[in-house]
Each structure stands twice: as C-alpha cells, then as structure tokens.
C-alpha cells in the first residue's frame, strides 16, 4: 500500500496530497525535534524557511508585475553587498589575508 502512496506523489499529485505529505514531514520533524530535545533549532529552522519562501514568493510577484524595477532592486541588493565585502577587506589589518588570496597569489594564508 505504501508504495501506491510514493508512486502517486512522484506521478502526478494533487494538492491535497502535496500538502497532507507536508504536513506529515512537519509533524515527523516536530516529533523528532522534541526527541532530541532541539526544538529551538525546529523553530529557527521553520522561520528560516518560512521566510525564504515568502521571499521567493515576494520576488516571482515582483518580476511578473514590474520586472524593471525587481531587476534593479536585485542588482542594487547585490553590489551594495560587494561593496560592503570591499569595504571589510580594506578596513582588515595590512599583515592579515583570506585564504582565497592567499591561494590567488600563490602562498599560505595567514590566520
């Protein structure tokens, strides 16, 4: 019976088999998380997910709607971010190097 169950998710699933095996990870996890006493870890890592969804969500409604400006905003996103990686390299003591320079250039990485 179990594998009737597996061939019709992989098949072709409806909703409400999409959700009702959702639900059963989510429980099996809680269980799980209890167990092992780590449920603050469960919690973080549901909003964690909770949150990169709504953010996938955010930007698919976004680029349909205005993809001109959803572009914009992720390009602006991304070079604010390199320019604070610049910056954090830059303000970092002479005498210290990443490990990825350290490789570039041929030498060791000092820590």
Known sequence: ?????IV????????????GFGTLLAVLAGVEAVARGR?????LGAAAVFVWVSVVAGVVVAVLRNWQLA???SLSVI??????????????PPG????????????????
């Open 1 to 5: 019976m179990a594998q009737i169950r």
């Open 71 to 73: 572009l914009a905003t």
């Open 96 to 111: 210290r190097r990443t490990a990825a320079e350290g490789r570039r250039h041929g030498g060791t990485a000092r820590t």
């Open 39 to 43: 449920t603050r870890l469960l919690l």
């Open 79 to 92: 070079a604010v971010w390199l320019l604070a990686l610049n910056l954090r390299e830059i303000r970092s």
């Open 8 to 19: 019709v998710l992989l098949a072709r699933p409806s909703p409400l088999t999409l959700s």
